[in-house]
């Protein structure tokens, strides 16, 4: 079976975007593919945070797989700073990576525009690096990856080959090894179109958990009148009718795509059914089929969260997995790059 690996990290809520971005997805993955789906703790701290909340979103971030259905029969579930070779592989792998490739992503160039100066610490620099290692710590043969992750599966990539050419092969023989590739070359799994969800407040901006304003996002956990108030007010505009695709109507386009997805029709039928409404009776059909799809999520969430132990267990054993197959990596890797083994 090939091997996937996937996590989100526990820096706040998890939102609509998360779940059908990414967590909704996982969930046929588990029954194609050996998966492993983890709670980035680790890249959480890459910008300022709150101490007492990291352990207390890792944990409900931990049981929202669980209640949105990843089954831990299936998939190892863990937190990534519970297997330590995370870090070390990533130190191993950043001597290795030029910051020259670091210092033209995107999204470090954009996160730290907006924190200021002040606020950047090096580990948002070599961020990407972390990620690497998650992934070619498992020998992954596929990464889900929205668009804005693009880039850094692409560094992966080109990080995993440098290694290889410097360290694998013949090199890594003569270290007593037994030669070959030391990583997999991953390869990006593109999730299904429409799961991009945009803002509720702007149609042009991605719903995100740094968002300032919590208008913008409907979080996993929010409760029924939350859920209603928030889609009341969110953004739409004043052409009559609904449609899909209409550039003038980024917000329009943003909500049928929601119902699409979380009611799992298609796009003619979500057509042939909204295409003449108003906003007003949209709005009621959309809040109804939120509060339908997530009051179930809700429910086992608060069934899990009230066993604790239970929860221990599963991040306990997908941990265990997980580092069985991290340290072969991890220990290749030091033999290649003549490290003295105890
Ligand atoms: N709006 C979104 N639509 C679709 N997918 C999304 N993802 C995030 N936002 C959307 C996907 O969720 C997964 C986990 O993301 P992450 O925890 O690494 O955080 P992120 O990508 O940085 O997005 P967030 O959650 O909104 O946080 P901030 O505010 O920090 O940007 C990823 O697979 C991501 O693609």
């Known amino acids: 079976k ?72 299936k998939a190892s579930i863990f937190v990534q700073s519970h297997v330590r070779a995370h870090v070390e592989l990533m130190w191993l792998l950043s001597s290795s990576t030029p910051i020259g490739w670091l210092n033209r992503m995107i999204q470090f160039k954009e996160k730290s525009r907006k924190a200021g100066d002040e606020n950047v610490g090096v580990a948002l620099l070599t961020y990407p690096v972390l990620m690497a290692s998650d992934i070619l710590l498992y020998q992954s043969d596929l990464v889900p990856v929205g668009e804005d992750q693009t880039q850094h599966l ?30 997999k070359v991953p390869e990006a799994l593109i999730p299904p179109a429409g799961a991009r969800v945009m803002s509720l407040t702007d149609g042009l901006s991605k719903m995100s958990k740094s968002a300032p304003s919590d208008q913008s996002r409907i979080n996993l956990l929010d409760p029924k009148d939350v859920i209603m108030n928030k889609i009341k007010r969110c953004k739409t505009d004043s052409l009559p009718g609904l449609e ?9 386009n943003n909500l049928l795509s929601i119902y699409q997805i979380i009611t799992g029709k298609t796009k003619e039928e979500v057509v042939g059914e909204c295409q003449n409404m108003n906003w007003g009776s949209f709005k009621t059909t959309l809040t109804d089929a939120l509060i339908d799809h997530l009051q179930p999520i809700q429910i ?11 929860l221990d267990d599963v991040l306990s054993e997908g941990a265990g997995k ?12 030091y033999q290649a790059m003549g490290f003295l083994r105890r």
């Open 244 to 252: 899909f695709d209409n550039p003038e109507r980024p917000e329009c």
């Open 154 to 183: 692409e560094l992966t990539r080109e990080i995993a080959e440098r290694v290889n050419n410097l360290y694998g092969g013949r090199k890594w023989k003569k270290m007593g090894g037994r030669g070959g590739s030391l990583f």
């Open 322 to 333: 997980a580092a069985e197959i991290a340290d072969i990596t991890l220990n290749n890797v």
């Open 2 to 73: 090939k091997r996937v690996v996937s996590g989100v990290q526990p820096t706040g809520l998890v939102h609509l975007g998360n779940y059908l971005g990414a967590i909704k997805n996982w969930l046929s993955l588990q029954d194609l593919y050996e998966t492993l789906f983890f709670i980035v703790d680790l890249h959480a701290i890459t910008l300022p945070y709150e101490a007492p909340q990291l352990s207390k979103a890792t944990r409900s971030t931990a049981a929202i797989y669980l209640a949105c259905g990843i089954d831990s029969s």
């Open 300 to 310: 086992r969430y608060e069934e899990i969260m009230s066993d604790p132990g239970y």
